[in-house]
């Protein structure tokens, strides 16, 4: 480096620096501090081993209890299935001894009949013994006539019957786990957003009738963006570095949410159409399925091999990739109406919590039994709920319709903090859709009406 000549007013040639000050190095000072610093890392490092032993031992404990605590239950459970099969087995039992009584008595009949009836055949000539073989075959008739009146019943199966007790398995399922773990709550740790800058890219192509409407956004893992153009009914591929367009498919109605499927796959709600596209991107982009519903589809997620899409208003509903329906969210634990006006879903990865973005309600979380979680509706800091993204690190992003902003969210539903702040630069135009970069370090939001989309760094 030049000595003479610089800029910089605090550099210095070391060898001067030595000679013109009293400053004398002290290597053994320093090695013996170095030395002391070391003896302290590694006594620190034997800490932390020692705390992982010890945690790993208290993990086998607690395991072992849960275990047992299991082992217990079904030591339970087996004492109610026995007390159940022993009434069943008295029962039974009681039904055996009347219906072999009953054969007993029926065997009784029949001899007597047979007596009679023999008695009656033998004698053809004596007047007397026929009058007397004829009334006492007429009593034997009678009274079995009479007693097959009485045993004219029902058959006695049909009074046994088992009726399962199915509020244990409801109690069951209300249940999250075997107990509940003591000390102190550990909470994921959150990546606090910060918003360093942003660029401006334009995602208008030369077939778009329309200014762009970007209400909905995804992005894949190489960094690749999938945009839903409602009002151009298109969806759009991004460059995961420059932003160009570099692909798109149209359409046959107004897509309403894209989420990814896989690294080669997303799905669009088409609102009016009442339908789910599957589109490859592999390639070309081009719908490869279908799924057709009995409402108009608006908001969409995937988790856990199934989808999740909402209709406009009242219902969440759970489907397989095949279109079976396997459940419908709509009301809360008191039977009032969840939903008024959904924009948007997420769900995560072990589909445990569903977001769902509504317009009147704010954010709502509900787990997947569709109890709800929590839920946030303060006008002040987000009017009109729209879009509703979770984050690769588990964080949630909702935008503001009116408000023109963006929050974030912890898993859990609680807010955290404003990502985005309203521009009053910017005018009019609000926030219709949030997304991120798998990496964490691009978020990609986009205005109503703007051609325009804006990739901040985070």
């Not at 607690?62 to 299991?70: C, T, V």
């Not at 009726?163 to 398995?169: A, G, K, S, V, W």
Request: hydrophobic share 30%; glycine share 4%.
């Amino acid at each position: 480096m030049a000595v003479d000549h610089r800029l910089c007013k605090d550099t210095f040639y070391i060898p001067e620096f030595i000679q013109n000050n009293t400053y004398q190095v002290e290597s053994r000072d320093i090695q013996t501090k170095l030395k002391e610093i070391a003896k302290t890392l590694e006594k620190q490092a034997n800490t932390f081993k020692q705390d992982k032993q010890s945690l790993l031992k208290r993990k086998a404990e607690l395991l072992a209890n849960i275990r047992k605590f299991r082992q217990e239950i079904n030591g339970q459970l087996d004492k109610l299935e026995k007390s159940s099969i022993d009434e069943i087995e008295s029962k039974v039992k009681c039904l055996e001894d009347k219906i072999e009584d009953g054969l007993k008595q029926l065997q009784a009949h029949k001899s007597k009949i047979r007596s009679a009836n023999d008695k009656l055949a033998s004698t053809n000539t004596n007047h007397s013994e026929v009058f007397v073989y004829v009334k006492m075959g007429e009593d034997a008739a009678n009274v079995a006539n009479k007693y097959m009146e009485h045993a004219k019943i029902k058959s006695t199966v049909d009074d046994i019957e088992f009726q399962p007790d199915r509020t244990i398995l409801t109690q069951l399922e209300q249940r999250k786990a075997l107990g509940t773990l003591s000390g102190k709550p550990t909470k994921p740790a959150v990546n606090l957003f910060q918003i360093k800058g942003n660029q401006s890219y334009n995602v208008k192509v030369k077939s778009d009738i329309y200014d762009c409407n970007i209400a909905s956004a995804c992005c894949m893992e190489d960094g690749t963006i999938v945009l839903a153009d409602r009002d151009n009914s298109k969806l759009k591929r991004l460059h995961s570095y420059n932003y160009t367009v570099t692909d798109y498919c149209d359409l046959p109605g107004e897509p309403s949410q894209v989420c990814l499927i896989n690294n080669t796959q997303v799905a669009v709600t088409i609102s009016l159409e009442k339908k789910v596209h599957f589109i490859s991107l592999e390639r070309k982009m081009k719908t490869t399925n279908k799924l057709k519903t009995d409402f108009n589809c608006y908001g969409l997620a995937y988790s856990n091999n199934n989808l999740y899409i909402a209709d406009n208003d009242t219902s969440v509903y759970m489907y397989t990739l095949s279109g079976r329906k396997l459940n419908q969210f709509s009301k809360d634990q008191s039977g009032h109406k969840l939903f008024s006006d959904i924009d948007s879903l997420a769900v995560s990865k072990d589909a445990t919590r569903i977001y769902v973005a509504d317009y009147k309600n704010g954010l709502i979380v509900l787990d997947n039994n569709g109890l709800v979680i929590t839920s946030f509706n303060d006008d002040e800091q987000l009017k009109g709920a729209g879009c509703c993204y979770l984050t690769e690190t588990g964080s949630v992003l909702v935008s503001g319709y009116h408000s023109k902003n963006v929050l974030q969210f912890t898993c859990d539903g609680e807010v955290i903090r404003e990502v985005i702040k309203a521009d009053r630069r910017k005018g009019n135009t609000c926030i219709r859709s949030v997304c991120c970069n798998q990496q964490m370090t691009k978020m990609c939001i986009s205005r109503f009406g703007v051609n325009n989309i804006e990739v901040y760094d985070i």
